[in-house]
């Protein structure tokens, strides 16, 4: 039985950050660190599904209605900012669901979104933060640096009540897109904090950055 939890449509982070005209030069990102605090999870792989243009997906447990109307549950805390000084980050965060059945990611570059289906901070789970790496008329993004981070790097989010919540990196991982876990949507498990973005090559034929970057993190002690 798929132990993951899934909205409707929330797998599609594989179409993660809106393409930029601006092209970043990058390799693809070196993997570091170990998922090993990952493992606590035990929770099974779930299936896979080749959907529309090859791309890997996990079945999702369909509900009725627009993903996009539902509220989000309402348990744990709200993250309103984001604090990250190894690659002078301080910005601001919004919730984001789904449109179209791709993850919401907000337009302006210097904002990072809360996927608000997922998990929150002081619960099980992983509480994912997306944000553009770049913009065709925008500049850098606000994770445009997120290839750069390291385990051992703090990374603070502040909530809408005032109080903080400390996370150190563990791991970076640069996955292909057609290949993003489906952990990062997991709502069991011990709690993490993910950062996505897109990297990688760039490729002017299709517009799009090859690889994302995922950027794991567990609270502190």
């Known amino acids: 039985m798929n132990r993951f939890y899934w909205w409707a ?3 599609s982070i594989l179409a993660l950050v ?3 005209a601006w092209t970043l030069a990058s390799t693809p990102e070196n993997d570091v660190g170990s998922l090993l605090p990952l493992r606590s999870a035990r ?3 779930p299936d896979e599904a080749v959907v529309g243009g090859g791309l890997k997906l996990p079945k999702v447990a369909i509900r009725p209605g ?3 109307d539902k509220a989000a549950p309402n348990r744990g805390r709200i993250p309103r900012r984001l604090r990250i000084d190894a690659i002078g980050v301080y910005a601001p965060i919004v919730p984001v669901g789904v449109t179209h059945g791709t993850t919401q990611i907000p337009a302006d570059v210097d904002t990072v ?8 901070p002081g619960k099980p789970g992983s509480t994912l933060l997306l944000a553009h790496v770049s913009s065709g008329t925008q500049g850098p993004g606000v994770f445009f640096l997120l290839r750069e981070l390291a385990p051992g790097d703090d990374v603070n989010v502040e909530m809408r009540d005032g109080s903080w919540a400390a996370y150190q990196v563990f791991a970076r991982r640069s996955y292909a897109k057609e290949a993003v876990p489906a952990r990062l949507f997991s709502r069991i498990g011990p709690e993490v904090l993910i950062l996505v973005t897109c990297g990688g090559r760039f490729s002017e034929a299709s517009g799009r950055y090859q690889d994302n970057v995922v950027v794991y993190a567990v609270p502190r002690g």
């Open 66 to 68: 627009l993903l996009a």
């Open 18 to 20: 809106t393409v930029p």
């Open 9 to 11: 449509g929330g797998a």
């Open 113 to 120: 979104g809360w996927y608000q289906f997922g998990g929150r």
């Open 43 to 45: 929770a099974s792989a």
